[in-house]
């Protein structure tokens, strides 16, 4: 699990640097979900050799809408998925409010419902 955690942290929130490194390297690609409303940014090799973060925007507003990862942990062969949905809080910050992270060579499945965010007062 620790390891899991680990790759995690490695793609949410993704790297400004990386994703620069990648898209330097020719590594971005843009797929039309709902023209004018949602498109999706793809980075392969982003972090490892053969891994795949997508990032899905919404359009004309680019706020952050989903984050996907395809990626492994010790080996190609180890994969692990990890697809988390962002929401927007009524006073505008992004935050996931559900992932969901699969590593089925390892058989765990790991699932983390964010809820009852507020505003702290001052």
């Known amino acids: 699990m620790r390891n899991a955690e680990a790759l995690v942290r490695g793609y949410i929130p993704p790297?400004?640097?990386m994703i620069q490194s990648t898209i330097n390297a020719g590594g971005l690609s843009l797929r039309i979900l709902d023209?004018?409303?949602r498109v999706r940014l793809t980075f392969p090799?982003?972090?490892k050799q053969?891994?795949?973060l997508?990032?899905?925007i919404e359009e004309p507003t680019n706020r952050l809408l989903a984050?996907?990862?395809s990626s492994y942990m010790d080996s190609p062969n180890d994969r692990v998925t990890l697809a988390?949905?962002?929401t927007v809080l009524p006073y505008g910050t992004i935050f996931p409010l559900r992932s969901v992270l699969d590593a089925a060579a390892k058989g765990v499945r790991v699932i983390v419902q964010n809820?009852?965010?507020?505003r702290i007062a001052r």
């Open 54 to 56: 997508s990032v899905d």
């Open 45 to 47: 090799n982003y972090w």
């Open 115 to 118: 809820s009852g965010f507020q």
């Open 50 to 52: 053969g891994d795949i």
């Open 84 to 86: 988390t949905d962002m």
């Open 35 to 37: 023209p004018g409303r």
């Open 67 to 69: 984050i996907s990862v």
């Open 15 to 17: 790297n400004p640097a």
